[in-house]
């Protein structure tokens, strides 16, 4: 089973939940742009890393990189409160 793709698609499914109906294609749009452009780039980027490197600096580069923005993203309090569940 491929987890990312089943990571992708809880992402989803956890920014569509509090988005407005009305605006769902553009969040979807915004997601696709991660998917499509974004992922490539760091997967070229980080290949000419490892290439040039050795391959423990891919690992340490990549684990701050992702630590970095785990933490940036987890500052923004509008999404450490993201839910599925509905606020009554």
Do not use: E
């Not at 009305?22 to 997601?31: H, N, P, T, V």
């Not at 290439?51 to 600096?57: D, G, K, Q, Y």
Request: hydrophobic residues 50%; without cysteine; charged residues 10%.
């Amino acid at each position: 089973m491929d987890k990312s793709g089943f990571g992708l698609v809880l992402l989803g499914a956890t920014f569509a939940g509090p988005t407005d109906p009305s605006y769902l294609g553009r969040m979807g749009s915004i997601i696709k742009v991660g998917d499509d452009s974004l992922r490539p780039l760091t997967m070229a980027a980080f290949s000419a890393l490892a290439s040039a490197t050795v391959l423990w600096v891919l690992f340490v580069v990549y684990g701050t990189g992702i630590t970095g923005l785990i933490v940036v993203l987890l500052s923004n309090r509008q999404l450490r409160t993201l839910s599925l569940r509905t606020v009554t």
